[in-house]
């Protein structure tokens, strides 16, 4: 009565039901008791048919429905744990980089200065040593 298959939907596999389709051959052929009798068998056998097909509708909604919320749970969680947790790390770390290089870049611009004083005074010392 029913056929399963899958589907995609954005990037989420979804089970896929479809009812299959009557006979009508099959149902024609149908006749038994006598006036009409054959007749609200074969009536009630399509009602049958068509209610079955809503209702194998109605339940591929709903599995594809629940399917997509669980996938929707899931990216939330993904994606509340990426902004509370991993994005935040990752800043932290990147801020305490930063200052880190800011300091050592400070340190190198002191040394510098510290280096070019002394050689200033090694020329000072070495010119007044000749000026004696």
């Known amino acids: 009565m029913c056929i399963r298959d899958r589907d ?3 990037g ?3 089970p896929t039901l479809r009812s299959r389709d009557v006979d009508t051959d099959e149902m024609n052929q149908i006749v038994s008791g006598l006036g009409k009798g054959g007749e609200q068998i074969k009536a009630a056998r399509v009602k049958f048919h068509k209610t079955t097909a809503i ?3 109605i339940a591929a909604l709903q599995t594809t429905w629940t399917t997509l919320d669980i ?3 899931v990216t939330n969680r993904r994606v509340n744990a990426l902004e509370k947790v991993v994005i935040p790390k990752v800043e932290n ?3 305490y980089i ?3 290089l800011d300091e050592q870049e400070r340190e190198e611009f002191f040394r510098l200065k510290m280096v070019q004083k002394k050689k200033k005074q090694a020329v000072a010392a070495k010119i007044a040593a000749e000026a004696k």
Request: proline share 0%; charged share 15%.
């Open 8 to 10: 995609n939907i954005a």
């Open 12 to 14: 989420v596999s979804i």
């Open 55 to 57: 209702l194998v509708r």
């Open 71 to 73: 996938a929707i749970k």
């Open 93 to 95: 770390t990147l801020a």
């Open 98 to 100: 930063t200052s880190e």
